[in-house]
């Protein structure tokens, strides 16, 4: 029996969501499509579970597949129903998701309200790591505005906190931030200071995104400095790294400073053969770029019309249900009225039949006088 045809209950919600987890994270509109019905069958039977459920996979998945604005649509309709149905622990737990994807629609001030909201959250729920990772994500908000100093200072806050509880990895990635705002800053020996420091324990901790990520840092401080052969020491372990990661936008980056450190080194053929390896990963990028944007334009369009189709579903179920009941109503005054005839016809003959009673003895006693 197709899903459609059967019953609508929680049964069918979590088959929704059975569904939606049987396709590919990052590539399919399948997975989303499922949720939508999953979420918008859970509003339908006020199924509160189902909705808290439903609605922040589905808010993370799209999230994670860059439809931000998508995201943050459902995210504000879900921020809503929390508020009006007093669930306020949920509500709180998802300060941090909401002021994510404020910042990626570019509305720095509201990220940061929403953002030391859920640090006032896990304060008092005493959750130091979450506390923690949020100082990291208002640290790098701030990064974003070039707001260095501010930025620093929640960075190094982070870092204690994370230091405290032995969280290798959130350590380095806080500390990679600093020696990424130093850079910034123009302040290369702290910027290097800090690199190395991450890239040792990202080494230690066998972080390989981390080792890479680094890398590139430290071959952008060499870059700077002129140290052009210890410059591309660095790139070329990036690059190496970055055989088994899809991120062309790294490598052509990569490209592009390493035909920077060849013709600093006045190696003209080593600086052209690598920019001719930047432009064919630009051009690569420009690709993905557009795909992704027609994935995205896809996935919208799929999203609005699942949402269309479960519309005109609801209002044809509605226009149904009137006319269901239009011809219940129509039945009952038929019964009705045929009750009531039936009714006069009995009342009518039972008067005949006294009025004909009654003219019997009539002439029953008129013969008996005579």
């Known amino acids: 029996m197709p899903l459609s045809n059967t019953i609508e209950d929680t049964n069918k ?14 590539s399919s509109k399948e997975r989303i499509e499922n949720y939508i019905s999953a979420l918008n069958l859970s509003k339908k039977l006020n199924h509160k579970n189902g909705i808290v459920k439903v609605s922040s996979t589905l808010i993370t998945n799209l999230s994670h597949r860059q439809l931000f604005d998508v995201a943050l649509e459902y995210c504000n309709s879900y921020i809503e129903y929390l508020k009006t149905n007093g669930l306020d622990e949920e509500l709180k737990k998802n300060y941090k998701l909401y002021a994510t994807l404020l910042s990626r629609q570019g509305k720095y001030a509201e990220s940061l309200q929403y953002n030391y909201k859920a640090l006032n959250y896990y304060l008092s729920k005493n959750d130091e790591i979450q506390y923690a990772t949020v100082l990291s994500n208002i640290c790098l908000l701030h990064l974003s505005n070039k707001q260095a100093d501010s930025s620093y200072f929640y960075g190094l806050r982070a870092i204690d906190i994370f230091r405290k509880n032995n969280k290798q990895s959130e350590l380095a990635n806080s500390i990679s931030a600093l020696a990424e705002i130093s ?27 981390g080792i890479l990520n680094v890398n590139c840092l430290i071959g952008s401080i060499d870059l700077e400095e002129k140290k052009y052969d210890s410059a591309i020491v660095r790139y070329n372990i990036a690059l190496d790294l970055l055989k088994k990661y899809s991120l ?28 001719i390896l930047f432009s064919a990963y630009n051009d690569s990028v420009s690709d993905q770029r557009l795909k992704a944007k027609t994935f995205e334009m896809d996935a919208k369009y799929s999203i609005t019309k699942k949402e269309s189709e479960l519309r005109e579903k609801e209002l044809k179920i509605i226009s149904q249900g ?3 009941n239009f011809l219940v109503l129509g039945l009952v005054g038929i019964l009705i009225l045929l009750v009531l005839s039936y009714r006069g016809y009995q009342q009518k003959k039972k008067a005949n039949h006294i009025i004909t009673e009654q003219k019997k003895l009539v002439e029953e006693k008129t013969k008996g006088d005579c």
């Open 13 to 26: 919600v979590n088959t929704y969501v059975a569904l939606a987890n049987q396709y590919d994270y990052f």
């Open 183 to 209: 850079f910034l800053k123009k302040d290369f020996v702290t910027s290097r200071t800090k690199a190395l420091q991450s890239l040792e324990i990202y080494t230690n901790a066998k972080v390989e995104l």
């Open 248 to 275: 062309p936008e790294i490598k052509r980056d990569c490209y592009l400073s390493l035909s920077k450190c060849y013709a600093g080194l006045k190696k003209g053929d080593l600086a052209y053969a690598n920019h």
């Open 322 to 324: 009137k006319q269901r």
